[in-house]
């Protein structure tokens, strides 16, 4: 896995699941990304206000208290150039399409591989 060098750019990782935050967490520690984590839909919102230099925010689907798509648009409605990558459990063509209508900009399939989420981050970010 090349490591793109991220160094100072902030991501938003929302996953309710501790054990997949903390590997997503493992894995981007190795760019020099500003991390930030969130556990539910509502404090991916409240952490998006309070960092307006967010540069990217990958968001599990399946949260408690408000779904990632939910979530999704509302921070789309105070920032809406800010790249939104789904992560989901579930790769039905439906679901993808759904995913790309509901404001994301992509989206990744779990199991996540490191080489994965790189590549994917790096196609949004300088």
Known sequence: MDAKNLTGIKILIVE??????????????????????????LQAIEISRQNPDIALILMDIQLPLMDGYTSAKKIREFRDKIVIIA????????????????????????????????????????
């Open 16 to 41: 309710d699941d501790l054990s997949s935050r903390l590997y997503l967490n493992k894995i981007m520690e190795k760019t020099g990304a500003v991390l930030l984590n969130a556990g539910d839909g």
């Open 87 to 126: 992560q989901t459990a579930y790769g039905l063509s439906g679901d993808m399409e759904n995913i790309l209508a509901s404001g994301f900009d992509d989206y990744l399939i779990k199991p996540i591989y490191s080489w994965q989420l790189i590549e994917k981050i790096s196609a949004f970010l300088p």
